[in-house]
């Protein structure tokens, strides 16, 4: 019985690996260098510019998915798709468009596509000034219009930045969403503009190499149940 008492564990570990929560606090930067690459980056709430929580009756909530469609080092085409998730006593709350800061400034004309298809720059609320902002409607990233999605809506685009010289990777950093016209319950306003700043990053689903690990760890988990057995007869 000592001998299966320690080998379980050892031989259960990489089933426990390989069920880790798919989900991290978000990093600094995050980093897009292949086809494919992909991030999905979720918003909690108000956040104000010194990165703390702003109290309400919320939640406030997004999701913000962005992959690598395909480049040629020069020229670099994103997909994206923006999740509106407010709920609780948020009855409005619109998002109205989203950025980061990006590693190497575009040199050549940002475009987009979907409904936050207005690129721009500059300050979206006082003392923060993403490098690049993606607006549902006028011409900069603190233009507030009527214009984005309401809780539960979905929205899907794409977007390009493009460079005079070859790049090997984008990385972007300081996303967020820009919320317009919250309300709670109809009665009390919140109609200044306001930013979610990135609360977490929702992994990508497992890898094949991490389904393999998983598929090995159970391999295990019956070997060493067989072992048992073997031992149990053996003191029998």
Sequence with gaps: MSVARFVLPLMVAPALFAFAPASAPASAAVVFSSVGDSHVFGFDGLTTLDGTAVSGTGPLGARLSIRLAGTDGLFWQFSYQVENRAGGAFDRARITGFGFDVSVDPTARTVATGVFSRPGSGEVVPGFAPDLCFMAGGNGCATGSNAGIRPNETAAGTFR????????????????????????????????????????????????????????????????????????????
């Design 161 to 236: 930045l493009g460079y005079s010289g070859q790049q090997r990777m984008v990385e972007l950093s300081n996303v967020y969403v820009r919320w317009q016209g919250s309300q709670v319950e109809r009665a009390v306003p919140r109609a200044a503009p306001t930013i979610s700043l990135v609360a977490f990053e929702a992994e990508p689903a497992p890898e094949p190499a991490a389904w393999a690990l998983m598929i090995a760890g159970f391999g295990m988990v019956g070997a060493a149940a067989r072992l048992r057995n073997t031992v149990r007869r053996n003191l029998a």
